[in-house]
């Protein structure tokens, strides 16, 4: 059944909160998405469309916001639910990868055995900035052999051309600012 939401639609429930979580910021904040049973529905409708049940194995969502849509977008795929964490945050063995920050770096991390070599792997976050956390995402699902078919994102800041991290694979977002 295609999607009855819009992107549109979408673009106009993302409340802009300025100068969060520091001056400067606008923060995009997607809790009035989530909120709407039809819209969140609609958005998940919207980051699965290119795959048909049965053809991922792994969605692979972002902490924090990302595992929200990463996880919905997984019993819809019939697919399993991989998290990247923060450092420090997931139990069992784990690999890890820094990444960039405007001030200082971060780490996110990935259990060893969260993906089998060449598993079909969507990579699901909330909003794409610079670009470093699902780069380094990416960075650690390619790691353990998985095959990433496509990045998506609800939001995309385009200004600040996050999509430069991840040139080796499809990329689609919902709104763009
Ligand atoms: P980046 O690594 O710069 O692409 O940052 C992406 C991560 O930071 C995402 O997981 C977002 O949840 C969060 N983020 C960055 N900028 C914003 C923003 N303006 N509004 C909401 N979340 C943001």
Redesign the pocket.
Do not use: C, Y
């Given at each position: 059944m295609p999607s009855t939401v819009t992107a549109a639609e979408i673009a106009a429930a993302i409340r802009n909160v300025p100068d969060f979580p520091k001056p400067g910021?606008?923060?995009?904040d997607i809790t009035p998405v989530l909120a709407d049973a039809r819209l969140f529905a609609g958005a998940i409708e919207l980051l699965t469309a290119n795959f048909k049940p049965g053809s991922i194995d792994a969605v692979v969502g972002?902490d924090a916001?990302?595992f929200i849509f990463a996880a919905a977008a997984a019993t819809k795929l019939k697919a399993g639910f991989v998290p990247v964490r923060k450092k420090g945050k997931l139990p069992f063995t784990t690999i890890e990868q820094d990444y960039a920050l405007e001030y200082g770096h971060a780490t996110v991390a990935l259990h060893t055995d969260a993906i089998k070599p060449g598993a079909r792997v969507l990579l699901v976050?909330?909003?794409?900035?610079?670009?470093?956390?699902?780069g380094a995402a990416a960075s650690l699902v390619k790691q353990l052999g998985g095959n990433i078919l496509e990045v998506v994102f609800l939001i995309e800041?385009k200004f600040l051309d996050?999509r430069k991290h991840l040139n080796d694979f499809p990329v689609r977002s919902l709104v763009t600012y």
């Open positions: 910021i606008q923060f995009k972002i916001r990302g976050d909330d909003l794409l900035a610079t670009g470093g956390t699902s800041l996050g």
